[in-house]
């Protein structure tokens, strides 16, 4: 079943989502427009000096952020249905900062990895709002899943650097054993948190616990297939894990109509 809200909760959770899903559209479009400059021999230096500039803008605006949620606690102002409050700047700012930090660390080529990285955030967030706590963890398990399954591609068409493979595998391993760990504490002790402003069972629907344990054995068997059968198989692997999380992902969403 679907969470009931009150009308301004709704309300709010609903522009939250969309307002993260336009900075996420937004800041893709400037990146690409930004990579335009920065990646080119012609324009690299101005590049270079637009990165430190932002970079300093997103440092100024996370100090901003985190004097402004000091004086909204000091004035004890309610903030919950805000989205112009100190710890959304923050949170803002903050992914600029590090945006730029990685852009002068590791050169232009970076910024091709936030072109997945912020529509992923943009996704992750809806899904943390919108489904049981679980279908969170199954999704980031998913998004590791194939991660690792990337990086153990890359490692076996590589001539001398297979053993990555085999890290990624073990990665897998034991964060899948992490996991069932977890599973059984939460399952034994309980795990309750604050959403939307009240303390609840985070994993309290029926097959909560089956769902993520299945996902921790599913984390651990896709990358050590992968890692052990070759990078072409571990290829198709990324697509198996995707498709495990669209099932999983309908399934949930048939629960909560």
Not at 65 to 71: D, I, Q, S, Y
Not at 85 to 102: D, H, K, Y
Not at 125 to 140: A, C, D, M, Q
Request: net charge positive; glycine share 8%.
């Amino acid at each position: 079943m679907a969470t009931k809200r009150k009308p301004n909760e709704k309300d709010y959770i609903t522009n939250k989502v969309l307002s993260v899903f336009s900075l996420c559209l937004l800041g893709v479009l400037l990146l690409m427009l930004f990579y335009r400059v920065a990646a080119y021999g012609s324009t690299y230096m101005l590049g270079r000096q637009i990165t430190w500039v932002v970079l300093g803008l997103g440092v100024l605006g996370v100090i901003w952020g985190a004097v402004k949620t000091g004086m909204e606690r000091s004035r004890g102002q309610d903030m919950r249905y805000r989205l112009l409050r100190g710890r959304n700047l923050v949170i803002v700012f903050a992914v600029i900062a590090v945006c730029m930090a990685a852009v002068l660390w590791r050169g232009p080529e970076v910024i091709k990895l936030f072109y997945i990285i912020l529509p992923a955030l943009a996704v992750y967030y809806l899904i943390y709002h919108s489904y049981p706590r679980e279908f969170f963890v199954i999704s980031v398990d998913c998004g590791l899943m194939a991660v690792l399954l990337y990086a153990a591609r890359r490692a076996l068409a590589t001539t001398n650097f297979h053993w990555g493979a085999y890290i990624a595998a073990a990665a897998a391993v034991v964060l899948c054993l992490l996991q069932v760990a977890g599973v059984f504490y939460v399952k034994k002790h309980g795990c309750r948190g604050l959403v939307d402003g009240q303390m609840v069972d985070l994993f309290s629907s029926k097959n909560a616990h089956t769902m993520m344990l299945v996902t921790a054995a599913v984390l651990a068997v896709l990358p050590v297939a992968g890692a052990l059968l070759g990078a072409q198989i571990a290829y198709y692997l990324i697509f198996a894990a995707f498709a495990y999380l669209f099932v999983t992902a309908v399934y949930y969403t048939v629960k909560m109509m």
